[in-house]
Structures are given as structure tokens and as C-alpha cells.
């Protein structure tokens, strides 16, 4: 599940939890994709607040409590912040790969804003370091590939992106651009996705002159790879 951040209505997240396990599911919330735990001590509340039956803040520190955390997991949640700065943190450790293998056996992984962006093979890199600095680097870095067709854009409409995305569709033909705006999010199954949430799903294709766009409860088929 991808979402675009902003506030996000209840049905996003109760649809995440329903695939996951409903009031059974256990919640692993990666706090990696900031500096401190912020970001994620929120994702933590929230998913606390609709009842899994457990939510635990994956270790910075500790890689075997980390692994064991996400191992147990029905839904692992990649919360909002820096994708850049959480690929560069997951290096350093064996998570990314945890994740991978997760996913491949069938766990839901679930993500906002950065979250959301940090699932294409090909994704968006930070503009700016946690810490406001700006950055002047590629506009696109190594994500998880957990969505390897898709490079994907938060705050779409609200950030006024796609312009962005258009020239980064044109560098990455063999992949569509995904734009979701705040509050949105689609539930991503092989080869296809639902829409979710109060705006607009924007498909910009490099094979396409005109940028489609979806709202809730579109149903939207794509080359799969």
C-alpha cells in the first residue's frame, strides 16, 4: 500500500490492516527514514490506535531484534521522511534484503510519502538532507524494487510535481510514473492497482501524450514485468 501523505482518511489504513491480518495483525514501523523517531513513534500510535493486535518499532541499533521484528510481521510500514536517507541507512545493515524476502513470500508492505516513493527499483531521491540542507545529486537513486515498473511521487498535486516526473518518465521509458496526491494511496497487487482516498492518481507514460488520472475506486491494469 502506497499513499501520497498529508491526512490520510481511516479507510487507507483499515484496507492496509484487513490484508495484513485484520485485528490479528502484527505491524513492524521502520523508524529509518529520519533521523530520530518522530515520524515513526506517530505511525506507531496510529496503527496502535485501530487495534493490531501488535505494533513494534523496528531497532536502529539491535540487527537481530530488527530482523526477528520483521520476520514476525504481517504488515511492515515504511512511514514518511527522507527515501534517500532510509536506502542509505538500510545499507549499513541487512534490513533491505529482510524486506525483499518478506514481501516475496507474501507479507504486505505498506508505505507514505517516502515510504510510498521508496518502493520503485528507480525512485525519487531526497531534494533536501533532514536537516533542510539542499541537495544537488541525480534525480533518482536506488530504491527497494518492490514495484519495479513504477517510480513513484508523494504530494503530487499539492507540490506541483509533475513537470518533474514527465522528464524523469523521459529518462525511464520502461517505466510508468505514478503521481499521488496527499490523502491518496493505491493497494498495489501483480500487474494491477485499486485507488483509495479523497484525490487523484496521476499515470504519466513515457508511450502516452496525455497524463491519466484516477480517483477512488478506479481499478487500474499496467505492464507488469
Given amino acids: 500500500m502506497l499513499a501520497g501523505g498529508g491526512a490520510t482518511p481511516a479507510e487507507v489504513f483499515e484496507r492496509t490492516l484487513a490484508l495484513s491480518g485484520g485485528r490479528r495483525a502484527i505491524v513492524a514501523v521502520l ?10 513513534d506517530a505511525a506507531v500510535a496510529m496503527w496502535r490506535t485501530l487495534r493490531a493486535a501488535e505494533v513494534i518499532k523496528v ?3 539491535d540487527a537481530a531484534t530488527a530482523r526477528a521484528a520483521l520476520e514476525r510481521a504481517t504488515l511492515i510500514w515504511i512511514p514518511g521522511g527522507f527515501p534517500s536517507h ?3 541507512t538500510l545499507a ?3 534490513l533491505a534484503g529482510i524486506i525483499r524476502e518478506r514481501f516475496s513470500s507474501g507479507v504486505t508492505i505498506g508505505g507514505a510519502s517516502a515510504g510510498a516513493v521508496a518502493m520503485s527499483s528507480t525512485m525519487l531521491a531526497d531534494e533536501t538532507a533532514p536537516d533542510g540542507t539542499p541537495l544537488d545529486g541525480p534525480a533518482t537513486v536506488d530504491g527497494l524494487g518492490l514495484w519495479p515498473e513504477a517510480i513513484v511521487s508523494p504530494h503530487f498535486t499539492e507540490r506541483r510535481r509533475l513537470p518533474s516526473l514527465v522528464a524523469i518518465v523521459r529518462d525511464h521509458p ?3 510514473g505514478i503521481g499521488l496526491d496527499e490523502g491518496t494511496a493505491v493497494i498495489v497487487f501483480k500487474g494491477a492497482f485499486d485507488v483509495l482516498g479523497r484525490g487523484t492518481v496521476s499515470i504519466v507514460d513515457a508511450g502516452r501524450t496525455e497524463v491519466g488520472r484516477l480517483r477512488s475506486g478506479a481499478h487500474f491494469r499496467y505492464r507488469a514485468r
Fill in 59 to 61: 531497532s536502529r541499533t
Fill in 174 to 176: 520502461n517505466v510508468i
Fill in 86 to 88: 532510509f536506502m542509505q
Fill in 92 to 94: 549499513e545493515t541487512p
Fill in 31 to 40: 523508524p529509518q527514514t529520519f533521523p530520530n523517531d518522530s515520524i515513526a
